[in-house]
């Protein structure tokens, strides 16, 4: 099949990239001139592991990419996959899209019939919208020479890959059998995991054959559209929930890796999303939970639950701080080393981070702040180029005279660095470990005065 990809991001370039993989001729659109350079020439324009390989692999034959939309014309499926941001008010900025529509309508090919999914995050109901953009402007009937669905994303960053070619479920929203047809035609091959085994030693994705095989499901498009933003504020209330419990686990003496443990044994519950942190971040979880709240008040249905999910977590990134303070006392003139900026590992996606939040604190209370991040410097340096604080290009570096350390992100990296040496470079040595996950006895023992998050 002929597909096309509008947008070079996460989802469209993995999405892309996948689908070329499987043997799909496909064309990845985009206005960046920079970006498609970088695919054409075998590269990723984002950081995802082993993305620039499949590239790479690809491209100049299954995969091609550009910044017109000549290829719609020729396309079955053309997938939306351009940002939705926030707008001030928390409602979704509908631009990218709106603009992507109008360039798709003005190049279908009124002699076939072409599926255009919104692969993007969108609100309930902007698979219509799109229709009566396309039709307005091209003339052309929904349903007879074209059909707008649902199919929304679920991919990890860091872990994108793995979730394309292994997903637990394949959700699409449509009112028409033809689109339906054509996207179990699309899917045929990812389902029956199409050559996966030959390639499983070159690409470490792929060696995921233990995993069980993908639920289909179809439904209506307004059902699809709700169903990604309702798990997501579902995700998002979970790890708010287990952060809160690790509050009252310091409070009251409980270790809350233990209260985890025992709670995820529950097969009703489960044990993802049970991992403690400062607080969940990214370019996802804060703004879904925002934007389907806000629909959610607009409609007189306030999602209370998810309300206070968002306000637990700010107070999440507040009490990582007031840790720190708690330590240090005044923190005007204090020296704080930040470990990881990314809202995760394994991704450079600084947006809305944990860190952003926890910095900013930092600075108002007037310490001094360095930091370090394998992936993320650059793009946080763009984004907050308002902070005065200091870019270490190695880890060590952060602890140079630092009154304290503090783990952001659970960087690999970061789980090896020699603390002997760190130890030696701090003025005061303390450690905040927002993710539980290095090694305290060890640090005790080096003479680290060292915290976790519930684990009193």
């Keep these: ?36 350079k970088m695919i054409q020439s075998g ?30 014309i020729h396309a079955d499926v053309i997938f939306i996959c351009v940002g939705t941001p926030s707008k ?14 109008e360039q798709i309508a003005s190049r279908l090919n009124p002699e076939s019939f072409s599926v255009i999914v919104n692969k993007s995050t969108v609100p309930v109901g902007t698979a219509d919208r799109v229709a009566g953009i396309i039709k307005q402007i091209s003339g052309l009937q929904a349903g007879i020479h074209f059909s707008v669905i649902s199919n929304p994303e679920f991919l990890r960053e860091g872990c994108a890959l793995e979730d394309v070619f292994f997903p637990n479920r394949i959700i699409i929203g449509s009112e028409s059998e033809k689109a339906k047809i054509i996207m179990r035609e699309l899917y045929d091959r990812l389902l029956k995991r199409h050559e996966y085994e030959q390639w499983s030693e070159t690409f470490s994705f792929l060696n995921q054959q233990g995993k069980p095989p993908a639920v289909y499901f179809e439904t209506d498009s307004k059902s699809a559209e709700m169903i990604k933003y309702a798990s997501n504020a579902f995700l998002a209330v979970k790890i708010s929930y287990i952060n809160e419990v690790a ?11 233990q209260v985890a443990t025992g709670m995820g044994l529950d097969d009703r519950i489960g044990d ?10 990214g370019s996802c979880f804060p703004k879904d939970t925002m934007e389907l709240l806000s629909t959610s008040q607009k409609y007189g249905r306030e999602l209370t639950v998810v309300k206070a999910a968002i306000d637990s977590n ?7 701080v007031d840790k720190i303070r708690d330590r240090l ?10 470990l990881g900026l990314t809202f995760k590992p394994n991704t450079d996606d600084v947006r809305r981070s944990q860190a952003e939040v926890i910095i900013a604190k930092l600075l108002e209370l007037g310490a001094h702040v360095k930091v370090h991040d394998p992936k993320g410097m650059e793009l946080f340096r763009t984004i907050h180029s308002q902070f005065q604080i200091m870019y270490c290009e190695k880890p060590e570096e952060t602890a140079q005279y630092a009154d304290a350390m503090v783990l952001l992100t659970h960087w690999d990296q970061y789980l090896q660095l020699d603390w002997r040496e760190l130890y030696s470079r701090m003025s005061n040595p303390y450690i905040l470990d927002t993710r ?8 005790i023992q080096l003479g680290f005065q060292v915290e976790g998050l519930g684990t009193s």
């Design 1 to 36: 099949m002929k597909v096309v990809c509008v947008g070079s991001g996460y989802v469209g370039s993995v999405t892309a990239a996948a689908f070329a993989f499987l043997g799909h001729d496909t064309t990845v659109i985009d206005i960046d001139p920079n970006k498609i």
């Design 43 to 72: 590269k990723s324009p984002i950081y995802e592991p082993e993305l620039d390989q499949l590239i790479s692999l690809t491209i100049g034959k299954t995969l091609h990419a550009e910044t017109g939309y000549d290829s719609v």
């Design 436 to 443: 539980n996950v290095l090694p305290h006895p060890e640090l």
């Design 272 to 281: 993802k999303f049970l991992q403690v942190s400062s607080g969940w971040g």
């Design 247 to 257: 509050r009252l686990c310091d409070a009251l003496g409980a270790h809350v890796q």
């Design 88 to 101: 001030a008010d928390g409602t979704v900025d509908l631009t990218y899209v709106t603009q992507v529509a």
């Design 329 to 338: 006392k005044s923190l005007n003139g204090k020296t704080v080393g930040i």
């Design 314 to 320: 700010l107070t999440m990134h507040e009490y990582c």
